[in-house]
């Protein structure tokens, strides 16, 4: 120690040629000091109730210390209230995560009025003066003043506003994909009598998973591991637990920004998994019935799946790779809405036949703000603003573009026509199937999976899907099996092959990498996660529909009125009210006024007839179509 004291001397004196004099004065405050300690108590004096000293044991002392270049100021811990003085621990200043307090601010002062200047510094760098007095160890080598700090409430030495920043802006995009993304996309994509049901079902998602997340959800996929696949339930609203760090118990994972920062990002996965699967529901599903499955489905499949494969579960330490939720996400809501489909039963024949999206624009932007908004999705999982963070942003809009191209290729090859609904469900394949990879391959892998993510679902949609009878039996709606479905296992499968040692190494994964980076069994761990994804939601999502249907006793699909009007029916309302009705004028459909449902008219007198949907009316007996 005595080394110690003398290079602080040496330091005070050596600062400038204008400083001399202060060696001999920094010498005089060590020996007055030390002096004075050995009359004073080795514990802290604290005055007050309980707060006080719960606020003292979170204090440390912070000492003056020497500093060899190229640093200026440190700071030296020791711990307080003991008569023993801890190694100095040297942190360099520009590693410090708040202000700090160094020899230099305090030499600027002349030590006219050390005291003065300490606190004068400690408001400028907003570090909040808890205690001011001499250093508690006894020693005549022992640095001559010790400042005792509790940590700033707006600035906590753990945060790192920069994460914080983007952690809140990735989970913004990501809520943005749902509410308005895929609430415009499935509009858009339907008739004009299933607008308002279909969007209303994403927006009532949306709010209902929220709830469900904070009172207990997001401790049973996040938090204490109660089983090896599930964690203990429990609310997170208090505020000592929203202003705490963020800590996944169970991954030893820490990020560097509030738990409520990670609260929310982690739900706004959760919702859009349920929005994903309403896409395959759409057209016939009870509105009722789907706001008992919502929180049914969050509680028992969902959070399985999270915590399996993120929150520390047996599937996450085996070193399964899901980066951003092609199997927590994709493959969950994909099958689960083949499943889903299955047991609620098929649309009208006249819908499936005819399911014309009433406007492509809306579906285009829809599509746009989902792909855009992608770029949090993949981009947060680091939970840092971390240089893997901007590769999972590159990747994923790599593979995205492939795979629209690619899908696009193919709809002119066979079908002699590009087609914007093609190029959507190549968008949204790209997007799914990068989504397990997106920051641990390379940009090249990423080509690769969107070549695949561009022509595996194209064939299962365009061609199994219509050959086998298997896949006509269940009414997709919007074929959510081969875009989420498909293309989720087919991008964990690839993971497992592409995987670098780089990226899972910047990812800080379990695993050591891919195929190509020696790891062969990984490919066969992705299908063990795979497998017990597709299990898990085949059951679950079977046994909470049938105790819907048969215990709740609430019908799972509409009405046959229902189903004939739509939106009218369901809702009384309707996506488009341009107009008053006019009771003089013949009404030519069962929704709205003059636009949407399916209907069927004709003259009493037999002399005409006509058929419309989704505003288009068809008079038989012109001989050609006439748009009303």
Not at 30 to 37: D, E, K, P
Not at 346 to 367: C, I, N, Q, V
Not at 386 to 405: E, F, K, Q, R, Y
Request: charged fraction near 15%; glycine fraction near 12%.
């Amino acid at each position: 120690m005595a080394s110690r004291h003398f290079a602080l001397s040496r330091q005070c004196g050596n600062e400038d040629k204008q400083q001399r004099n202060v060696r001999v004065i920094c010498k005089a405050l060590t020996i007055l000091f030390n002096a004075a300690l050995s009359f004073m108590p080795l514990s802290l004096r604290v005055r007050g109730t309980d707060a006080k000293q719960q606020a003292l044991s979170q204090t440390v002392n912070m000492c003056w210390c020497d500093s060899p270049p190229p640093y200026a100021d440190f700071l030296c811990t020791q711990v307080s209230g003991k008569a023993q003085q801890m190694p100095c621990i040297a942190i360099p200043a520009a590693r410090l995560g708040r202000g700090y307090l160094g020899v230099s601010g305090v030499l600027k002062a002349g030590f006219r009025a050390p005291i003065q200047a300490i606190k004068q510094s400690a408001r400028e760098h907003h570090l909040d003066l808890f205690l001011f007095q001499p250093c508690c160890p006894v020693s005549p080598f022992s640095s001559p003043f010790c400042i005792m700090t509790t940590p700033s409430p707006t600035n906590p030495d753990w945060l790192n506003k920069g994460d914080n920043a983007w952690q809140l802006t990735a989970g913004s995009l990501v809520a943005l994909q749902s509410v308005p993304g895929l609430m415009i996309l499935y509009a858009g994509m339907v008739p004009t009598k299933w607008a308002v049901n279909s969007a209303f079902m994403a927006f009532y998602a949306f709010a209902a998973v929220l709830i469900c997340w904070v009172v207990w959800a997001y401790k049973a996929a996040f938090g204490e591991k109660m089983l090896p696949f599930v964690g203990t339930p429990g609310p997170v609203v208090a505020m000592n637990w929203e202003l705490k760090q963020a800590v996944l118990p169970a991954a030893k994972i820490t990020a560097n920004f509030p738990l409520s920062t990670m609260v929310y990002f982690q739900f706004v996965f959760a919702a859009i998994t349920l929005i994903l699967m309403a896409g395959a529901f759409l057209g016939r599903m009870s509105f009722r019935a789907w706001m008992v499955f919502v929180p049914l489905w969050l509680t028992l499949s969902y959070t399985v799946g999270a915590f399996s494969l993120w929150g520390g579960g047996f599937l996450f330490w085996k070193g399964v790779i899901d980066y951003s939720g092609g199997y927590v996400i994709h493959l969950s809501s994909g099958t689960a809405g083949f499943v889903g489909a299955y047991w609620i039963g098929p649309r009208l024949k006249t819908d499936r036949e005819r399911f014309t999206p009433h406007s492509t624009l809306l579906m285009l932007t829809g599509a746009g703000i989902l792909w855009i908004g992608w770029n949090g999705f993949n981009g947060g999982d680091p939970y840092a603003a971390s240089p893997d963070a901007g590769a999972a942003v590159l990747n994923t809009n790599i593979c995205t573009a492939m795979s629209l191209l690619v899908w696009t290729g193919l709809d002119i090859i066979f079908f002699k026509k590009p087609s914007t609904i093609g190029a959507v469900q190549g968008m949204i394949t790209g997007l799914v199937a990068i989504t397990p990879a997106a920051g641990v391959v390379a940009g090249w892998g990423a080509v690769i999976i969107g070549a695949c993510s561009g022509s595996v679902p194209w064939i299962t949609m365009n061609i199994a899907g219509k050959r086998l009878k298997f896949f006509e039996k269940v009414d997709d709606t919007l074929g959510v099996v081969h875009t989420h479905a498909v293309a989720g296992a087919l991008g964990g499968f690839l993971v497992g092959i592409f995987a670098t040692a780089e990226g899972c190494l910047a990812f800080a994964a379990v695993s050591p990498g891919g195929a190509i980076a020696g790891n062969g069994k990984q490919v066969g761990w992705q299908i063990v996660g795979a497998l017990f994804i597709i299990g898990w939601n085949i059951f679950w999502t079977s046994a909470i529909l049938l105790f819907i249907k048969y215990v709740l006793r609430i019908p799972l699909r509409m009405t046959e009125e229902e189903l004939l009007v739509g939106d009218d029916a369901i809702h009384g309302e309707s996506a488009y009210t341009f107009s008053e009705p006019r009771d003089h004028h013949h009404p030519m459909t069962l929704h709205g006024y003059g636009r949407g449902g399916q209907f069927e008219l004709e003259d009493e007198d037999g002399g005409w007839s006509a058929a419309g949907e989704a505003g288009l009316i068809y008079w038989e007996d012109w001989g050609w179509d006439g748009v009303k």
